[in-house]
T-cell receptor, first 115, second 117 residues
């Protein structure tokens, strides 16, 4: 079973609309949870990083929330733009193992924004 | 350069050939990671370097995979006797800190897409 699961697998929305992507994880304990944006054919780019004690973090039109009790995170995109079309990946950094950042990635949600 | 640079961007190999993928991290970054990303999936950890030391290679799928970073900067991921299941995008990421970006940022390259025929 994947330690980081995302839903939906894919999503189509109209330009200007809002959307929310979900992430459920079982990694425990963890240092931080991140959301990355990955454009087709490019490497992932960090959007937000939240420690286990943070509930929310914003980056422009992107707002991530974290509920460590239920092990859930969400990424809310406001007033979507065509350039938001990408895969959005939830990533958890476990506290255990080596003292370095052995990230665990979800499979991503593929978002398509249509005009 | 300003970012993490990977080459080649695309590589097509016949089954059984050896391939070498190069990663040039951001100058001065201590930590370097290799990830494998299958189509439609998230990246999966392969190996981690702290300077020239390979501290973790637990994600390498078989002994056909070998990575090195001899001078603590450029890294090479080598795959011997390639198989079709090796087809994937290989991502390199670097981070300035010793903790490998545990509390900070990982910077990814654009990846090398390997197709094994």
């Amino acid at each position: 079973k994947n330690q980081v699961e995302q839903s939906p697998q894919s999503l189509i929305i109209l330009e200007g609309k809002n959307c929310t992507l979900q992430c459920n994880y079982t990694v425990s304990p963890f240092s931080n949870l991140r959301w990355y944006k990955q454009d087709t054919g490019r490497g992932p780019v960090s959007l937000t990083i939240m420690t286990f004690s943070e509930n929310t973090k914003s980056n422009g039109r992107y707002t991530a929330t974290l509920d460590a009790d239920t092990k859930q995170s969400s990424l809310h995109i406001t007033a979507s733009q065509l350039s938001d079309s990408a895969s959005y990946i939830c990533v958890v950094s476990p506290s255990w193992g080596g003292g370095y950042n052995k990230l665990i990635f979800g499979a991503g949600t593929r978002l398509a924004v249509h005009p | 350069g300003a970012g993490v640079s990977q080459s080649p961007r695309y590589k097509v190999a016949k089954r059984g050939q050896d391939v070498a993928l190069r990663c040039d991290p951001i100058s001065g970054h201590v930590s370097l990671f290799w990830y494998q990303q299958a189509l439609g999936q998230g990246p999966e950890f392969l190996t981690y370097f702290q300077n020239e030391a390979q501290l973790d290679k637990s994600g390498l799928p078989s002994d056909r995979f070998f990575a090195e970073r001899p001078e603590g900067s450029v890294s090479t991921l080598k795959i011997q006797r390639t198989q079709q299941e090796d087809s994937a995008v290989y991502l390199c990421a670097s981070s300035p800190g010793l903790a490998g970006g545990r509390w900070g940022e990982l910077f990814f390259g654009e990846g090398s897409r390997l197709t094994v025929l």
